[in-house]
């Protein structure tokens, strides 16, 4: 990974003369050209010019479609919000990533879409060097050479402080630092249990606000015995739960936290036991939660989940231990380990789908303590396929032969067009223009139209005799479709 300079800006002078003069600078190709801005300024390259107008490289730099790594911990302008460096894999494109928030980052491909020139970083936006397309701050063209937005970058915070830079953008993904917990209170004292936090953040992409926590009670049971706050309204945030025995009685008590947001259908919950304990009464062995559920892609690894292990009863728990045990279709894909032999403990799952196919796997975890009976926990894994899943009714052009749906998502951050080619088959194509690398648009329902140079295709991708541009045919997916069935998977 290479850290470039950031780019200062440049003229957008294009006078024939001095286009004339600046003959070298047109036959740079790709390689040369980014080997150039990884030394130097555009500002440099633009004073040997004359007037900052160069050619384009004879392709588009290659769009970061696989992710690497970034520290920005070492990269100082990515320690305030707001800070923004340029970073680059490789000969792909070089990638602005700019810190939005205290866990949250942005990034785009700095190759115009017009020529694939690398574009100046300015403070109000993005201006080419070339032919003077203009860019505001959220990378969206807004003047000078008619071309398609800069193409952003997917960016992931991960676990260890680094960042994940590449690919297609991530949609925004709530998510809770535990998925359960359990307080213990005796009767022969009067302090409540220590308050307990969860933390909320956004594991995607984009921004998560309007954050809520609503505490709902299992029914028949008592309420008004436990408070979730949190400090902010927009992630990342923490909750912090607190529960009071007031007068209840010997027993458990249980009650869910649900976290909701801006995004829908996303919410995340929270289960929360109260074990209201007499020093007399037998020890017991508890767990937060009996069953755990967990989707991966291929070849991923989940987030731990958390679970708590406490003792019910009165006098101490010791000898815990976690045995796991495998369904047929598929073992070792989870592992299961305790912070402490004796209560309270935590178990954490996490599963990785690697070396199993795409399906459901299931497991039991046993965890045993000395002299009390052991407790067990379901865990399900659902697998997914490798490519892009669509929803075929999401899509209404797709009802009939011949219909085309654009920009059903992307394949390794190209955006994907779907035509249904038969009452049971579907084909997918590249929305990338062969000539120039432009996103082009559909057109009623049926065709393709390349806003750039106006490259006319069929609904088969095919480049049409009329077209006023002449280029290669759209470059084609692999799609997977089961009659009857309501999504397909293009790879």
């Not at 403070?123 to 063209?141: L, Y």
């Not at 490519?387 to 009714?393: D, Q, S």
């Not at 009329?466 to 045919?473: F, G, H, I, L, V």
Request: charged content about 10%.
């Amino acid at each position: 990974m290479t850290l470039l300079p950031e780019l200062p800006s440049e003229s957008n002078s294009q006078s024939a003369d001095s286009t004339a003069a600046c003959t070298g600078c047109a036959r740079l190709d790709r390689r040369q050209f980014l080997a150039s801005a990884s030394a130097l300024s555009l500002g440099a390259l633009a004073t040997a010019c004359g007037d900052g107008v160069i050619g384009g490289p004879e392709t588009i730099p290659p769009f970061p479609d696989k992710p690497f790594t970034v520290d920005p911990r070492q990269v100082s302008a990515l320690q305030t919000i707001g800070g923004r460096s340029v970073v680059q894999q490789g000969l792909t494109a070089p990638v602005l990533v700019e810190r939005t928030s205290s866990a949250q980052y942005r990034a785009w491909s700095l190759a115009c879409p017009h020529r694939g020139s690398i574009v100046s970083v300015e403070q109000t936006g993005f201006r080419c060097p070339n032919h003077g397309a203009v860019f505001d701050a959220d990378g969206m063209w807004k003047s000078g050479q008619a071309t398609s937005d800069l193409e952003p970058v997917g960016v992931r915070l991960n676990a260890d402080g680094t960042l994940s830079v590449g690919g297609p953008p991530l949609p925004p993904a709530l998510a809770v630092g535990a998925t359960s917990m359990v307080f213990t209170a005796l009767t022969t004292t009067t302090a409540d249990p220590a308050a307990q936090t969860v933390a909320v953040s956004n594991t995607g992409g984009g921004a998560i606000t309007g954050l809520t926590a609503v505490v709902s009670y299992t029914t028949g049971q008592p309420t008004g015995w436990l408070t979730a706050q949190l400090s902010a309204t927009v992630a990342p945030a923490t909750v912090s739960v607190s529960a009071r025995r007031g007068t209840l009685a010997v027993g458990t008590y249980t009650a869910t936290i649900t976290i909701g947001s801006s995004l829908t259908g996303a919410n995340k919950t929270v289960s929360v036991v109260l074990v209201v304990q007499s020093a007399t009464t037998p020890a017991a062995l508890v767990l937060s939660t009996a069953r755990a559920a967990m989707t991966l892609p291929l070849g991923s690894q989940s987030e731990l989940q958390a679970v708590q292990v406490s003792n019910a009863g009165g006098g101490a728990l010791a000898g815990l231990s976690v045995q796991v045990a495998y369904a047929a279709g598929g073992v070792g894909w989870l592992s299961a380990t305790l912070t402490a032999t004796t209560t309270p403990a935590v178990l954490s799952l996490r599963a990785t789908a690697t070396g199993l196919s795409a399906g459901t796997y299931s497991a039991q975890v046993t965890v045993n303590a000395a002299g009390v009976a052991s407790r067990t926990i379901d865990v399900t894994l659902s697998i997914a396929p490798i490519g892009l899943t669509v929803t075929i009714a999401s899509w209404p052009a797709l009802s009939a032969v011949g219909g085309v749906a654009g920009s059903v998502g992307t394949v390794n951050g190209t955006p994907v067009a779907i035509v249904r080619t038969s009452a049971t088959s579907f084909a997918a194509f590249s929305m990338r223009c062969p000539h120039e690398g432009t996103q082009i648009n559909v057109v009623n329902n049926a065709s393709f139209r390349c806003p750039n140079h106006g490259a006319l295709f069929d609904n088969a991708g095919v480049l049409l005799p009329s077209s006023p541009q002449r280029t290669t045919n759209l470059a084609r997916f692999t799609v997977a479709y089961t009659p009857g069935a309501p999504t397909l998977l293009v790879s």
